[in-house]
């Protein structure tokens, strides 16, 4: 017998045995598997896979809604610098109804992550969105008081049949017009106390998503792109 030969029959011999090792270790864990006892690991395997999952699931769900939070409260700065630039160009007046969106606030509200914050920034925000909702209250009523004139007008020409009445409706659109700039003048106000607030409490450094970069788990998570307008 060649040495060609010899070396075959062991390399046949050992590829035996590893058939052998796989079957006997198949074999164990068949009878694992299907014993109380193997069952009992599989579903706590089962739970305790399900239980990561879901936190972290449930982690990246409050980071979404935080960012979220943040960008509207930035959006906030840029819409008040906007505005402002407007009422400058247009001598006084915007010409449209600028309501201070709060959707994201009362999405992460109702969601139960905002108290998941630190407590000073959970008050500096709860704070600050109650102003949001007062100004709010504040200009709907404006804005109704001027549709109402508005409406006045358009019943004032629609039936008016002489000079008269012509003039009374050249008044009441004196009225609209002075009514206009007035509400214009206020939001340009309210949108200018919410900037102060955010930058007197230091609400612009309310930063998650900073937060999400500088944690490798968020990063393997959800990546470490930021939403737009948040670098």
């Known amino acids: 017998m060649d040495a060609e030969d010899t070396k075959d029959i062991n390399l046949m ?17 068949k009878n694992l598997f299907f014993t109380s006892r193997g069952l009992i690991v599989v579903l706590l395997s089962g739970i305790f896979v399900s239980i ?13 809604y935080l960012e979220l939070l943040q960008l509207e409260i ?3 700065v840029i819409n008040s610098n906007i505005l402002s630039q407007m009422y400058k160009d247009n001598n006084g007046d915007l010409y449209s109804k600028q309501y201070i969106p709060d ?6 509200v109702n969601s139960g992550y905002l108290t998941s914050v ?3 920034v959970f008050l ?3 704070v600050y969105y109650n102003l949001v909702n007062d100004s709010n209250d504040s200009l709907r009523r404006s804005y109704l008081n001027l549709d109402k004139i508005y409406t006045d007008i358009e019943i004032c020409e629609y039936e008016a049949t002489n000079s008269a009445e012509m003039v009374s409706c050249a ?3 004196d009225i609209f017009d002075k009514a206009q700039k007035s509400i214009s003048s206020q939001q340009i106000s309210v949108w200018g106390n919410l900037q102060k607030f955010i930058y007197d409490k230091e609400l612009n450094k309310f930063n998650p998503t900073q937060e999400r970069k500088n944690s490798l788990i968020l990063r393997l998570l959800m990546g470490s792109e930021a939403l737009p307008m948040q670098e």
Do not use: G
């Not at 011999?13 to 864990?29: P, S, T, V, W």
């Not at 959707?103 to 992460?108: C, G, K, M, P, S």
């Open 13 to 29: 011999r050992l590829a035996k045995e590893i058939i052998i090792y796989i079957k006997n270790k198949f074999r164990i864990f």
């Open 52 to 64: 990561i999952s879901s936190r972290l699931e449930d982690t990246v769900r409050r980071q979404r």
């Open 74 to 76: 930035r959006n906030h």
């Open 103 to 108: 959707q994201f606030y009362r999405a992460v």
């Open 118 to 120: 630190d407590p000073d």
């Open 124 to 126: 500096k925000i709860v």
């Open 171 to 173: 008044e009441q659109k």
